[in-house]
């Protein structure tokens, strides 16, 4: 079962910030995140893992909130090259079972 | 360089053909997964594979199936009985432990008329 992502798509201009969000009904061992630019492969952000972590890379950070079943991805001070279709992923446990959502288009403007 | 190759990168096929892609890594990662992505739909997971000689249905196998008789290589095979086999497929890695990221192929683009 897909996890589900919010919104479907956002429009940024660039310096602007955003939020997507990705929820599960399942029990979550872990959140990966990627994004994939148009015609390319999805390309590996970050994995959260069950335990309320949130992680940092440069101005793109997330959050876990197992109790939930949720992750949030946070973008800040969004650049042209954020552009893309962010996914997220997850797995219920040991199984190697990797589940993705059906995506969240961001567009970053000048 | 290590990585992760699909071939073709376009497939054109006539309906009612079986048709194989070709999904080889070498990184040596014991998980394997391939996935189909349509429009709106995000990815969807067909089958994945945890070790050689294993593998498991994902959530919509129906129509196609698989074989991983090496570590490096998970082939998937389309069907006819896949009713909408039209659809980007995207192949993908992961070393064994759970919290590791996935390494996905170029994928390839099946078209059949």
């Known amino acids: 079962q897909q996890p589900v992502q919010s919104p479907q798509a956002v429009i940024l201009r660039e310096g602007e910030d955003a939020v997507i969000n990705c929820s599960s009904s399942?029990?979550?061992?872990?959140v990966h995140w990627y994004r994939q630019k148009h015609g390319e492969a999805p390309v590996f952000l970050m994995i959260l893992l069950k335990g309320g972590e949130q992680k940092g890379h440069e101005k793109i950070s997330a959050s876990f909130n197992e109790k939930k079943q949720q992750s949030s991805l946070y973008l800040t001070a969004s650049q042209l090259s954020y552009s893309g279709t962010y996914f997220c992923?997850?797995?219920?446990?040991?199984?190697?079972?990797?589940?993705f959502g059906k995506g969240t288009l961001l567009t970053v403007n000048p | 360089d290590g990585g992760i190759t699909q071939s073709p990168k376009y497939l054109f096929r006539k309906e009612g053909q079986n048709v194989t892609l070709s999904c080889e890594q070498n990184l040596n990662h014991d998980a394997m997964y391939w996935y189909r992505q349509d429009p709106g739909q995000g990815l969807r997971l067909i089958y994945y594979?945890?070790?050689?000689?294993?593998?498991q249905k994902g959530d919509i196998a129906e129509g196609y199936s698989v074989s991983r008789e090496k570590k490096e290589s998970f082939p998937l095979t389309v069907t006819s009985a896949q009713k909408n086999p039209t659809a980007f497929y995207l192949c993908?890695?992961?070393?064994?432990?759970?919290?590791?990221?996935?390494?996905f192929g170029q994928g390839t683009r099946l078209t059949v008329v």
């Open positions: 594979s945890q070790i050689v000689n294993d593998f």
């Open positions: 399942k029990a979550l061992y872990s």
């Open positions: 993908a890695s992961s070393p064994r432990a759970e919290n590791t990221e996935a390494f």
């Open positions: 992923g997850t797995s219920g446990g040991s199984n190697y079972k990797l589940t």
